[in-house]
């Protein structure tokens, strides 16, 4: 196994798979201003994954190239963590998937902008300022739907009570994880945890919602076991390129 290209791969597809489910928002969103914010931040996260899939195809073969990883793989290939192929749902559903993400991946490339490979550094260095902007939205959201009204902080708990289970996967160290971090190129994901959870304690507070308890963790994205969702998406994004294979405009 390629442990380097495995371990950029997961970082390609999860900003692959949920730039797709935010684009499903175009023209849909509440009002104008949060259309064009979640498209921007859509944008950012196709910008994103091509940085990576772009190096992962450097890093695999010669002839392979970036749109050959994200439209010519199957569904048991992709890599992603499984909160990143959740439907939308209703706003708060998104704007919640989207907080729980933002505030791992923040943490998670400020550790990469230090990593000993300097591809991987230099994406990372570039792609925290997007993402600091992407929490920042998503957690005054967090909070402005929170401390709303009843119905919408009614709705924002149980957006996190459906979530909130996908939550762990994130911080989960595999064979790959332990030979990247090993080698400092990689991060180490387990001592992110804390921060991260003292982090959504304090907007989770703001907000007056809570962390549901008892609740069962799913995990298997990166092992290429995913839920129903995924397939549907990709059937949607790769249906061009599985029409008119190796198309060019």
Known sequence: MNFLFQYVLVLADDALILAQRLSEWAYKAPFLEEDIA??????????????????????????LEADDLAFKRHEREYVNHLLCEQPNGHFG????????????????????????????????????????????????????????????????????????????????????????????????REALKSIWLRNIKKVFKEAKVEIPIEINMLSGGKQGLHTEHLGHL????????RSFPDAKW
């Open 38 to 63: 979640l498209s921007n931040i859509s944008l950012d996260l196709f910008g994103r994954a091509t940085l990576f899939l772009e190096y992962a195809a450097s890093i695999k073969d010669d002839d």
């Open 93 to 188: 559903d998104t704007i919640l998937r989207q907080f729980l993400f933002d505030s791992f991946y923040c943490l998670f490339l400020n550790e990469l902008s230090k990593s000993s490979d300097k591809q991987l550094a230099a994406i990372a260095s570039k792609s925290v300022k997007e993402v600091t902007y992407h929490l920042r939205h998503s957690s005054k959201w967090v909070i402005r739907l929170g401390d709303g009204t009843s119905e919408s902080n009614k709705k924002i708990q149980e957006s996190i009570d459906k979530f909130w289970m996908y939550s762990e996967e994130f911080f989960m160290m595999d064979e790959v994880d332990k030979e990247m971090k090993k080698k400092k190129i990689g991060v180490n």
């Open 234 to 241: 990709l059937s949607e994004m790769q249906y061009l390129q």
